[in-house]
């Protein structure tokens, strides 16, 4: 059911922006379904550019589950591009789905996925030109019902006031659900000729009473102690949950469909590939890793489930290369069976194989031999710290051996450099922690002469650590600006090897990062009004404003640093207290107590002899 006309008016601004292909529909694979023979209408929208959601594979699994069912219409939408959006807006042209070119107002439910929070200004700019009211308690039964899943709702109070409904954990179960609640609670709404923004709280009460994992946050409000701190949360009605839990799909990972028919982009993607997820959850339990949190517990496909998923994609889209995704490819139970079957399928079809998450361990050094013949030029590795009694700190038990000796492998198969992701602003980091982060990355493109005669390409990429909700880490305050940019420097003054690359990620990027993520409702207001005074695209460099933010936060008397670097107490409530992930707040309390305990280890086997950069908070 094609919306005709507006299609026509945004194909008559497409010559004045950048890439028109990514507003224009009808990729291979897009699936456009009359309206007027279904039952009920979802738009999946993604906060950020089309390249990048499109690169998603989350998204396309829930694309493929709910069109699957042929009384749900799921269409797409993401964020534009700001020549875009200013074109829009210029013309009066509302944002739409790509499908149908349906405004975003006339679905019955829109789902955003959170994935990086800095992208939350883009779900406003969607949700505003979408033509739906910005606050949850404007809206009426008519409006759709905004709802957002992702990592970024493990806290979501920030966006409290803009989503109407908060999905905690896997989706493919809870979005098919959520989707026939609302339709038949809107059906009788709708009969009974009742609309009120009254009936839609009375809708939304029903809908999150029936379950343990949906949290709506307009029926919380939050106590204050006079120091600022959260005394209380109390819900404003009995029959909503007081715990909100996380939904996980209890059934076999094979039941769950993969999407086999991908939509295919008409413009090039970061991941250009057909992906696969092979494993959910991971057997390590890192405390800075919140993914590993919250995709617990470990479900793993069979390896006769990934070839025929793949073989069929591949059928169905073209693509030359397929991606194994799981948090940990080479802790997947069967590696070495499923990188043969993969190898004995696709190595005669000319389709490559790539894996995106190896684990340093001492399997690593027969991965190069297993993949051989595949298109492989370098091989990406996440060691995280580069000692090991931080490593015995942060919970990720590898050693360098391995790792120097995976790499001793790659480079003899023919690869040409390797990229290593640090962590820099961990508690209890020492200058000689970011010493090793140089020392390890020269060692392994010294190891490179072996195979060639000079250094290989080693590229330290370092992120400055946030500690995020549900991980040991919680409580711990980020480290400040001044330790950010100082480690920074002290990275690029320790580097001696040409043929090693530091890039440390933007420090004010991560500590934007920091208040989206450990903030609560009263930072709402800075992001609603950064957004008001233009601020779009906040991950993109060449959008990002940093100053915009910080006056937003000022011209508010939002105390950034109250919820970025303070140190927490453990005995503190927490703005996501009440969204219970997982293994929940016990066992949390009982990792940091560890850690403090292996900080003062740490501290002593160092000693006091200026090891520590610029003193931060980050505990």
């Given at each position: 059911?094609?919306?005709?006309?507006?299609?026509?008016?945004?194909?008559?601004?497409?010559?004045?922006?950048?890439?028109?292909?990514?507003?224009?529909?009808?990729?291979?694979?897009?699936?456009?379904?009359?309206?007027?023979?279904?039952?009920?209408?979802?738009?999946?929208?993604?906060?950020?550019?089309?390249?990048?959601?499109?690169?998603?594979?989350?998204?396309?699994?829930?694309?493929?589950?709910?069109?699957?069912?042929?009384?749900?219409?799921?269409?797409?939408?993401?964020?534009?591009?700001?020549?875009?959006?200013?074109?829009?807006?210029?013309?009066?042209?509302?944002?739409?789905?790509?499908?149908?070119?349906?405004?975003?107002?006339?679905?019955?439910?829109?789902?955003?996925?959170?994935?990086?929070?800095?992208?939350?200004?883009?779900?406003?700019?969607?949700?505003?030109?979408?033509?739906?009211?910005?606050?949850?308690?404007?809206?009426?039964?008519?409006?759709?019902?905004?709802?957002?899943?992702?990592?970024?709702?493990?806290?979501?109070?920030?966006?409290?006031?803009?989503?109407?409904?908060?999905?905690?954990?896997?989706?493919?179960?809870?979005?098919?659900?959520?989707?026939?609640?609302?339709?038949?609670?809107?059906?009788?709404?709708?009969?009974?000729?009742?609309?009120?923004?009254?009936?839609?709280?009375?809708?939304?009460?029903?809908?999150?009473?029936?379950t343990a994992w949906a949290y709506a946050p307009v029926f919380y409000e939050f106590d204050y102690?006079?120091?600022?701190?959260?005394?209380?949360?109390?819900?404003?009605?009995?029959?909503?949950?007081?715990?909100?839990?996380?939904?996980?799909?209890?059934?076999?990972?094979?039941?769950?469909?993969?999407?086999?028919?991908?939509?295919?982009?008409?413009?090039?993607?970061?991941?250009?590939?057909?992906?696969?997820?092979?494993?959910?959850?991971?057997?390590?339990?890192?405390?800075?890793?919140?993914?590993?949190?919250?995709?617990?517990?470990?479900?793993?496909?069979?390896?006769?489930?990934?070839?025929?998923?793949?073989?069929?994609?591949?059928?169905?889209?073209?693509?030359?290369?397929?991606?194994?995704?799981?948090?940990?490819?080479?802790?997947?139970?069967?590696?070495?069976?499923?990188?043969?079957?993969?190898?004995?399928?696709?190595?005669?079809?000319?389709?490559?194989?790539?894996?995106?998450?190896?684990?340093?361990?001492?399997?690593?050094?027969?991965?190069?031999?297993?993949?051989?013949?595949?298109?492989?030029?370098?091989?990406?590795?996440?060691?995280?710290?580069?000692?090991?009694?931080?490593?015995?700190?942060?919970?990720?038990?590898?050693?360098?051996?391995?790792?120097?000796?995976?790499?001793?492998?790659?480079?003899?198969?023919?690869?040409?450099?390797?990229?290593l992701y640090f962590l820099c602003g961990l508690p209890g980091e020492r200058t000689v922690d970011?010493?090793?982060?140089?020392?390890?990355?020269?060692?392994?493109?010294?190891?490179?002469?072996?195979?060639?005669?000079?250094?290989?390409?080693?590229?330290?990429?370092?992120?400055?650590?946030?500690?995020?909700?549900?991980?040991?880490?919680?409580?711990?305050?980020?480290?400040?600006?001044?330790?950010?940019?100082?480690?920074?420097?002290?990275?690029?003054?320790?580097?001696?090897?040409?043929?090693?690359?530091?890039?440390?990620?933007?420090?004010?990027?991560?500590?934007?990062?920091?208040?989206?993520?450990?903030?609560?409702?009263?930072?709402?207001?800075?992001?609603?009004?950064?957004?008001?005074?233009?601020?779009?695209?906040?991950?993109?460099?060449?959008?990002?404003?940093?100053?915009?933010?910080?006056?937003?936060?000022?011209?508010?008397?939002?105390?950034?640093?109250?919820?970025?670097?303070?140190?927490?107490?453990?005995?503190?409530?927490?703005?996501?207290?009440?969204?219970?992930?997982?293994?929940?707040?016990?066992?949390?309390?009982?990792?940091?107590?560890?850690?403090?305990?292996?900080?003062?280890?740490?501290?002593?086997?160092?000693?006091?002899?200026?090891?520590?950069?610029?003193?931060?908070?980050?505990?």
């Amino acid at each position: 059911m094609l919306n005709t006309a507006l299609r026509d008016a945004v194909m008559r601004v497409l010559p004045r922006v950048k890439t028109p292909a990514q507003y224009t529909g009808g990729e291979l694979n897009s699936t456009p379904k009359d309206h007027r023979q279904v039952r009920g209408k979802l738009c999946m929208c993604f906060p950020d550019a089309y390249t990048i959601g499109m690169s998603h594979h989350g998204l396309q699994v829930l694309y493929t589950i709910m069109n699957n069912d042929p009384q749900w219409a799921c269409e797409r939408a993401f964020a534009p591009w700001l020549d875009f959006e200013a074109e829009l807006r210029r013309n009066r042209l509302p944002l739409y789905s790509l499908e149908t070119f349906t405004p975003l107002r006339e679905f019955d439910l829109v789902g955003f996925s959170l994935q990086y929070e800095v992208c939350y200004t883009n779900l406003l700019t969607m949700i505003d030109l979408g033509g739906i009211p910005h606050f949850s308690r404007d809206r009426r039964v008519t409006d759709p019902l905004i709802v957002a899943g992702g990592p970024g709702a493990q806290n979501p109070e920030l966006l409290a006031p803009f989503v109407d409904l908060f999905v905690i954990g896997d989706g493919e179960e809870s979005l098919p659900w959520v989707m026939e609640k609302w339709m038949a609670l809107k059906e009788v709404a709708v009969r009974e000729g009742d609309t009120s923004p009254e009936r839609r709280l009375e809708m939304l009460a029903e809908l999150v009473g029936s379950t343990a994992w949906a949290y709506a946050p307009v029926f919380y409000e939050f106590d204050y102690h006079g120091d600022g701190t959260i005394a209380a949360v109390n819900r404003t009605r009995a029959d909503v949950p007081m715990q909100i839990e996380s939904c996980t799909i209890d059934q076999d990972l094979d039941a769950i469909p993969l999407p086999t028919k991908p939509v295919v982009s008409f413009v090039q993607t970061p991941h250009d590939r057909i992906a696969i997820e092979i494993m959910r959850g991971c057997p390590w339990q890192c405390r800075f890793c919140q993914s590993t949190v919250i995709k617990r517990p470990l479900r793993v496909r069979s390896v006769e489930t990934i070839v025929q998923a793949a073989l069929e994609s591949y059928r169905n889209t073209g693509m030359n290369e397929i991606s194994l995704l799981s948090l940990s490819s080479s802790d997947y139970p069967h590696f070495e069976e499923l990188v043969r079957r993969m190898h004995e399928v696709f190595g005669p079809l000319g389709v490559n194989v790539s894996l995106p998450s190896l684990r340093v361990n001492h399997q690593l050094r027969s991965v190069p031999k297993l993949t051989s013949g595949w298109r492989r030029a370098g091989m990406t590795l996440a060691p995280e710290v580069a000692r090991d009694d931080m490593r015995t700190q942060i919970r990720k038990p590898i050693k360098n051996d391995d790792l120097i000796e995976g790499c001793r492998a790659a480079f003899k198969e023919g690869m040409s450099h390797v990229k290593l992701y640090f962590l820099c602003g961990l508690p209890g980091e020492r200058t000689v922690d970011l010493d090793g982060i140089v020392d390890l990355a020269e060692t392994i493109s010294r190891v490179g002469r072996e195979f060639g005669g000079r250094d290989k390409e080693v590229i330290a990429s370092v992120s400055n650590f946030i500690p995020k909700p549900h991980t040991p880490y919680q409580w711990n305050g980020m480290q400040t600006r001044e330790y950010f940019r100082w480690a920074g420097e002290h990275l690029h003054r320790r580097k001696r090897v040409k043929a090693v690359k530091i890039k440390q990620h933007d420090v004010e990027t991560s500590l934007l990062e920091g208040i989206l993520t450990r903030g609560d409702r009263r930072v709402s207001p800075g992001l609603y009004e950064a957004w008001k005074r233009g601020a779009r695209f906040d991950g993109w460099r060449e959008c990002f404003n940093p100053q915009l933010w910080w006056d937003a936060f000022r011209d508010l008397n939002i105390d950034v640093d109250f919820y970025r670097t303070r140190q927490r107490p453990v005995s503190e409530r927490l703005p996501w207290d009440h969204v219970n992930v997982k293994k929940g707040r016990a066992y949390l309390e009982k990792e940091q107590a560890r850690s403090v305990v292996q900080l003062g280890v740490m501290a002593e086997a160092v000693g006091g002899d200026g090891e520590k950069g610029p003193t931060g908070c980050g505990g």
